[in-house]
């Protein structure tokens, strides 16, 4: 490589770093435009695996905050019937409209769709038997705001799962700061599924 594709390799990768610093610190949510990178293949964030820790069941009302296309939220809603509810909360109405038109179109009829902000959730003390977020809390510009409101909507006996990825992702939150700032919620660990590069970690609302 000459000096110049030196060069250029070090200007796209210095783009690159700025890039991701800045997203760190001004963290928001993945615009709608691209969306298309919410479908790239997670294999340690499977929905499979999301199940197998979240474990919902028949006739329980969950909260997925920043659903995204949906890509988690027409399997939870199916295991959840009959008789449960899954309330998809997101900042984008876009995201949110995009979730409901696939809903219609297979059939799932109990998944409920709010716009606002995760620091301030427009719902009662302790509706929700548990709650679900995947790569989305450190999308939120106030981390500890948005965990104090879970652990509020989401009643004593209740869980959390949250789903985090390092790949691609300038929002990541490590388990250790996951960990450090659930419990200062409220919450308290449970256990973890996958490694560092990928995992679901879940937490009880004691």
Same mark, same amino acid.
């Given at each position: 490589?000459?000096r110049?594709?030196?060069?250029?390799?070090?200007?796209?990768?210095?783009?690159v770093?700025?890039?991701?610093?800045?997203?760190?610190?001004?963290?928001?949510?993945?615009?709608?435009?691209?969306?298309?990178?919410?479908?790239?293949?997670?294999?340690?964030?499977?929905?499979?695996?999301?199940?197998?820790?979240?474990?919902?069941?028949?006739?329980?009302?969950?909260?997925e905050?920043?659903?995204?296309?949906?890509?988690?939220?027409?399997?939870?809603?199916?295991?959840?019937?009959?008789? #449960?509810t899954?309330?998809?909360? @997101?900042?984008?109405?876009?995201? /949110?409209?995009? +979730?409901? *038109? %696939?809903?219609? =179109?297979?059939?799932?009829?109990?998944?409920r769709?709010?716009?606002?902000?995760?620091?301030?959730?427009?719902?009662?003390?302790?509706?929700?038997d548990?709650?679900?977020?995947?790569?989305?809390? #450190?999308?939120?510009?106030?981390? @500890?705001?948005a965990?104090?409101? /879970?652990?509020? +909507?989401? *009643? %004593?006996?209740? =869980?959390?799962?949250?789903?985090?990825?390092?790949?691609?992702?300038?929002?990541?939150?490590s388990?250790?700061?996951?960990?450090?700032?659930?419990?200062?919620?409220?919450?308290?660990?449970?256990?973890?599924?996958?490694?560092?590069l990928?995992?679901?970690?879940?937490f009880?609302a004691?």
């Amino acid at each position: 490589m000459g000096r110049r594709g030196a060069a250029i390799v070090g200007t796209v990768a210095g783009g690159v770093a700025a890039a991701l610093v800045r997203e760190r610190t001004n963290p928001s949510a993945c615009p709608y435009s691209q969306r298309w990178m919410l479908g790239v293949p997670r294999p340690w964030l499977s929905v499979q695996r999301l199940i197998e820790v979240l474990e919902p069941r028949a006739g329980e009302r969950l909260l997925e905050v920043g659903p995204g296309t949906g890509i988690q939220t027409l399997p939870v809603a199916r295991a959840l019937a009959p008789g #449960g509810t899954l309330d998809v909360f @997101d900042v984008q109405q876009e995201m /949110l409209d995009d +979730v409901m *038109r %696939s809903a219609d =179109r297979e059939g799932v009829a109990n998944v409920r769709a709010t716009l606002g902000d995760g620091r301030q959730l427009p719902y009662d003390d302790g509706g929700f038997d548990g709650a679900l977020l995947v790569t989305v809390l #450190g999308e939120i510009p106030d981390q @500890d705001a948005a965990l104090r409101e /879970l652990r509020r +909507v989401v *009643r %004593s006996g209740g =869980r959390v799962v949250f789903g985090e990825i390092p790949l691609f992702d300038p929002h990541f939150v490590s388990a250790s700061t996951l960990t450090r700032r659930a419990e200062a919620a409220g919450f308290r660990f449970e256990r973890r599924l996958g490694p560092a590069l990928g995992f679901y970690a879940r937490f009880s609302a004691p």
